[in-house]
């Protein structure tokens, strides 16, 4: 192996010794404490541990790396305190996410390190936000992002190398290309020779390095972000190298050639450069054994502290209160009592354009919304006032943005995320769930980030322009969701989601946009998230519905004059006023629950129980839901009008009644 040290000075050469030693020293350690049963699961990173040091040397302190399964050495050359390190290996609170998550899934800011969440691909995404928020801000800084060969056959890896292209983003996609994932070959898992093919097709330049030479990975870094920092842009690095143990302990290795261990056991990254300094009279063998029990002493010290440490405590209101960053809503009500009448669509339009006035710091993100104005105009002349780097086309890639919008809120800012339909976050459902939804109770990491979802049927648009998708993330811990039925809450809600740190999903109704128009005042306001109002109010039940069902349970009540209702928009379905609707069940003893969404496993069902279990005592007669048929939503209008809950609803409702 040939290492040329270009003007790398003695000191500095053993200085990388060190930092290279370091990870394998560590790891012989974790393969005792896992067979011990002290820690769960071990990723090695043994012979590949040239392209953590080398890359992470070749980044300044400031600028960020997201790592993967098999980068300890990025941690330690990032120098984070080792007794941390091993105490998050043991889910202890020392680590860095109070035990909430395992190995290397987690972030440090004050190491500007974004850990993995166990997806592969989904750092990619994210990355290039990050670097998004440098550019923005006209900081020349490189970030850079680290896949596997096998993860990059991940869409997410298409998507976020493609972003970065057309935005020209000063990202590092650094390959390890170790030519395993987990148990399957290169050459089952792609067609192409090397990944060095793969960055003209989407316009970035590439590198490669071996990754098991330290000299060679270090330069190639090094120059690669000094490039990307003079001028923004992409550049791929494939690092060549071999994964010497098994994919994680418990699997073995058995589906190994023979011989190709030996093979590339004769590459290994660390020997190697120890012979060169050697030869070179830089190393003495007296030297690195000195290195060797100084930083063994070091990791022993670190290990007894992480094992001395008490196992984590559960507190479920700890936990609970975690999910969320801790905000106290500041309700802003209008300056004067100036108002305009607007149609929805206006209003949306109008909040949007104050909280961008507001928050210089937000940034709005979607397809066809800058000079298009979006499919549905909502974003129409925002670029005129904002520009194009605050109102930004994107491609077709809603994973790549999702994860960009976390990006931005690792640097501090706000993003706002037009779906084009609701129905497409399916394309990104994995970043809001696995990493949006996680990122606070995992890493303390605010998700400063509002996906506003056009929603709903009623417009034959058929099955993949119709649905109601708010109740994939009802479920989901860690996302709150407003669902406004109205210009006035359309406007406010939207300033309070953007105003508050947490992510948000912001449902509008499509079919809202131009049909419903009202008197909204024309100064910033915000409407309070999680609280209920009553539309209509009665004695004989309670009906709570949100979003469209608030127009077919109004038009209803107008036809049946015998019925005397309190009628409940919800507003906020997580978190969902339990108060409102408990007060008003009290007084009427009976409830039905209206949703646009299908029946089964809706929102409804959610709230029908919880009715159930705690007001049981005030009820008078079973607790009613209605919703639309268990079938995807058809085109046709009738079909679509029978699919659709409100002439079912009208006859659930006239039953309780009269119960
Ligand atoms: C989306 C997703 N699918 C599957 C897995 C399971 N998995 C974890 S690591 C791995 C192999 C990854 O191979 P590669 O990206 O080449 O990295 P390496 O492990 O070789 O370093 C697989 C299949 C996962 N974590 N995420």
Same mark, same amino acid.
């Given at each position: 192996m040939k290492f040329d040290i270009k003007k790398l000075n003695p000191s500095e050469l053993l200085s990388m010794y060190r930092s290279l030693l370091l990870p394998r020293l560590i790891e012989d350690k974790m393969l005792i404490l896992l067979r011990q049963g002290k820690i769960s699961k071990w990723f090695s990173g043994y012979g590949q541990e040239a392209i953590s040091v080398g890359a992470t040397l070749a980044m300044t302190e400031d600028e960020y790396i997201l790592p993967m399964h098999r980068n300890l050495g990025i941690f330690t050359t990032r120098q984070v305190p080792l007794h941390r390190l091993f105490a998050q290996f043991q889910g202890k609170v020392s680590g860095?996410?109070?035990?909430?998550?395992?190995?290397?899934?987690?972030?440090?800011?004050?190491?500007?390190?974004?850990?993995?969440?166990?997806?592969?691909?989904?750092?990619?995404?994210?990355?290039?936000?990050?670097?998004?928020?440098?550019?923005?801000k006209g900081q020349q800084k490189a970030t850079l992002v680290i896949s596997g060969d096998g993860g990059a056959s991940e869409g997410d890896f298409h998507e976020a190398l493609n972003l970065a292209a057309v935005w020209q983003l000063p990202v590092i996609f650094l390959i390890e290309n170790n030519h395993w994932g987990l148990s399957t070959p290169s050459s089952e898992q792609f067609n192409m020779k090397t990944f060095t093919q793969k960055g003209p097709g989407y316009g970035i330049q590439t590198r490669q390095a071996d990754g098991n030479n330290l000299l060679e990975v270090y330069h190639t870094v090094q120059e690669a972000a000094e490039t990307i920092r003079q001028q923004p842009q992409p550049i791929l690095i494939e690092c060549m190298t071999f994964r010497i143990r098994g994919h994680e302990e418990a699997s073995g290795t058995k589906y190994y050639p023979e011989g190709l261990i030996e093979e590339w056991s004769k590459k290994d990254p660390i020997s190697n450069f120890e012979s060169f300094l050697k030869d070179k009279k830089i190393l003495s063998e007296e030297k690195s054994e000195a290195i060797k029990s100084e930083l063994n002493q070091q990791i022993s010290e670190a290990i007894n502290?992480?094992?001395?440490?008490?196992?984590? @405590?559960?507190?479920?209101? /700890?936990?609970?209160?975690?999910?969320?960053?801790?905000?106290?809503? @500041?309700?802003?009500?209008? /300056?004067?009592?100036?108002?305009n009448t607007l149609r929805f669509v206006d209003a949306i339009s109008e909040g949007l354009k104050q909280s961008l006035i507001r928050y210089p710091e937000l940034v709005v993100m979607g397809q066809d919304i800058a000079e298009y104005g979006g499919v549905f105009k909502v974003t129409e002349g925002l670029v005129e006032t904002f520009g194009k780097n605050r109102i930004r086309n994107t491609p077709i890639c809603e994973s790549a943005v999702l994860g960009a919008a976390l990006g931005l809120s690792i640097q501090g800012m706000k993003a706002v995320v037009e779906m084009q339909f609701a129905d497409f976050v399916t394309c990104g459902f994995n970043q809001i769930v696995n990493n949006i939804a996680m990122s606070h109770y995992r890493w303390g990491q605010l998700a400063d980030v509002v996906v506003r979802m056009p929603t709903g049927a009623g417009v034959g648009a058929g099955p993949y322009h119709s649905q109601s998708t708010e109740a994939w993330f009802f479920h989901t811990p860690g996302l709150k969701i407003v669902y406004p039925s109205n210009p006035y809450d359309a406007k406010g809600l939207l300033?309070?989601?953007?105003?508050?740190?947490?992510?948000?999903?912001?449902?509008?109704?499509?079919?809202?946009?131009?049909?419903?128009?009202?008197?909204?005042?024309?100064?910033?306001?915000?409407?309070e998230v999680g609280k209920a109002k009553y539309i209509s109010k009665g004695e004989d039940l309670t009906i709570i519905t949100y979003g469209m069902g608030v127009h077919w349970a109004m038009d209803i009540l107008e036809e049946l004059d015998d019925i005397e209702a309190d009628l409940v928009d919800l507003r906020t379905l997580v978190p969902w006023d339990k108060t409102t609707v408990e007060q008003s069940i009290k007084k009427t003893g009976k409830a039905i629950i209206l949703h646009e969404d299908n029946l089964t496993g809706g929102i409804g069902a959610e709230i029908a129980a919880w009715i159930g279990e705690y007001c049981f005592l005030s009820l008078d007669a079973p607790v009613m839901r209605e919703g639309s048929l268990d079938t995807p939503v058809p085109f046709a209008k009738r079909l679509e009008d029978n699919f659709l809950p409100k002439n079912r609803f009208k006859e659930k409702l006239i039953e309780l009644h009269q119960f």
């Open positions: 860095f996410t109070k035990g909430r998550d395992r190995s290397f899934h987690f972030g440090s800011k004050e190491h500007h390190l974004v850990g993995m969440i166990s997806h592969l691909g989904a750092q990619l995404g994210v990355a290039d936000g990050i670097a998004l928020a440098h550019q923005l502290l992480a094992n001395e440490e008490e196992l984590v @405590k559960a507190e479920t209101n /700890k936990e609970v209160n975690d999910l969320f960053a801790s905000y106290q809503p @500041k309700i802003t009500i209008p /300056k004067s009592r100036r108002k300033n309070a989601a953007i105003e508050e740190t947490n992510p948000f999903l912001y449902f509008e109704h499509k079919a809202l946009y131009r049909s419903k128009t009202q008197n909204v005042p024309q100064d910033y306001y915000t409407v």
